[in-house]
């Protein structure tokens, strides 16, 4: 059975600190992995993967994909209030898309 | 302004009242697909569609239809709800090919008692 597993479900750091979230994925017909931002509403777009090794940057987030080892890790550094959401990951296998638990951030000031 | 709108966005039913909550997207996007979120089980997909009277099924699609008549529309349609669709309901889209960046729409929370 396909899955995507995130760790951890969830994280209080202070602001300023540096996260890593982690998504390990066992699916069939892998084709990219998804991160997206969650508030209090509709996801919203991180970045996408497919390629393994290559980081994916916006900010002070960045992201990257190991197709080996079948891992994602999203970095943030520098952490705000601003980022305490819940952080998603997804994988696309063949246009069905299976979403994992998410972590649950929360950034103390 | 580039979006995806789900209506209504709250709505409370019924045991077995027919109902259908319309999904649009005005960025001429190819795929389009409507999940559930739980507590504790997350985003689920329930269908998709790659394109115009393309639509397959996703993890969850007991219970629910589809259509997808047009490009821009995807109304969700549940023939006979059950309290165990009780859910928040998003619908989104992407532009489809190799691309997946999907944006979503706002939400529909649904209550059926």
């Known amino acids: 059975e396909d899955k995507v597993v995130q760790s951890p479900l969830s994280l209080v750091v202070h602001e300023g600190d540096t996260v890593t979230l982690n998504c390990s994925y066992e699916?069939?017909?892998?084709?990219?992995l998804l991160w997206y931002k969650q508030e209090k509403k509709a996801p919203t777009f991180l970045f996408m993967l497919?390629?393994?090794?290559i980081e994916k940057k916006s900010g002070r987030l960045s992201s990257i994909l190991d197709k080996k080892e079948l891992f994602s890790i999203l970095n943030i550094t520098a952490t705000q209030t601003g980022d305490s959401a819940v952080y998603l990951c997804?994988?696309?296998?063949?246009?069905?898309?299976?979403f994992g638990k998410g972590t649950r951030l929360h950034i103390l000031p | 302004e580039a979006q995806v709108t789900q209506n209504p966005r709250y709505l409370i039913t019924v045991t077995g009242k027919k109902l259908t909550v319309t999904c649009s997207q005005n960025?001429?996007?190819?795929?389009m697909s409507w999940y559930r979120q739980d507590p504790g089980l997350g985003l689920r997909q329930i269908y998709y569609?790659?394109?115009?009277?393309?639509?397959d099924k996703g993890d969850v699609p007991e219970g629910y239809k589809v259509s997808r008549k047009e490009k821009r529309n995807f109304p969700l349609i549940l023939e006979s709800p059950s309290p165990n669709q009780t859910s928040l309901y998003f619908c989104?889209?992407?532009?489809?090919?190799?691309?997946?960046?999907?944006?979503f729409g706002p939400g529909t929370r649904l209550t059926v008692t």
């Open positions: 989104a889209s992407s532009p489809g090919g190799e691309s997946y960046e999907q944006y």
């Open positions: 497919t390629s393994s090794g």
């Open positions: 699916v069939t017909n892998f084709r990219s």
């Open positions: 960025m001429n996007h190819e795929y």
């Open positions: 997804a994988v696309d296998r063949d246009d069905k898309i299976i």
């Open positions: 569609s790659m394109n115009v009277e393309v639509t």
